[in-house]
């Protein structure tokens, strides 16, 4: 099993930016591709970014496309989610999930437990 912790959700206005961290505390990560998913009220769950396991390969949704931006330190097992000029559509509650993959395709095993991002207009 693998446990994993998001934090850094919050409110903020659009145009602005937050961060968001998934880590897995007493795990080694390295082996896992990585993804950030979001679902927004309503809608289905979407993934927005994801990463391959040793970091060098980055994947994004056209959505969020030059705006988002996902990085991972295995030393630290934790992966990041940047996200800048936030627009309202961004809200969503936002999951880090990891899959027994390096690649971080297919079905992903492990998920956090959600964390809210919320952005006014």
């Known amino acids: 099993q693998v446990q994993l912790v998001e934090s850094g959700g919050g409110l903020v206005q659009a145009g602005g930016s937050l961060r968001l961290s998934c880590a897995a505390p007493?795990?080694?990560?390295?082996?896992?591709?990585v993804g950030w998913f979001r679902q927004a009220p309503g809608k289905e769950r979407e993934r927005v970014a994801r990463?391959?396991?040793?970091?060098?390969?980055?994947f994004y949704a056209d959505s969020v496309k030059g705006r988002f931006f996902i990085s991972r330190d295995n030393a630290e097992s934790t992966v990041t989610l940047q996200m800048n000029s936030l627009k309202p559509e961004d809200t969503g509650v936002y999951y880090c999930?990891?899959?027994?993959?390096?690649?971080?395709?297919?079905?992903?095993?492990?998920w956090g437990q959600g964390i809210q991002v919320t952005v006014s207009s």
């Open positions: 999930a990891a899959a027994n993959n390096p690649y971080g395709l297919g079905n992903y095993d492990y």
């Open positions: 007493g795990r080694t990560f390295s082996s896992y591709g």
């Open positions: 990463i391959t396991a040793n970091g060098a390969n980055m």
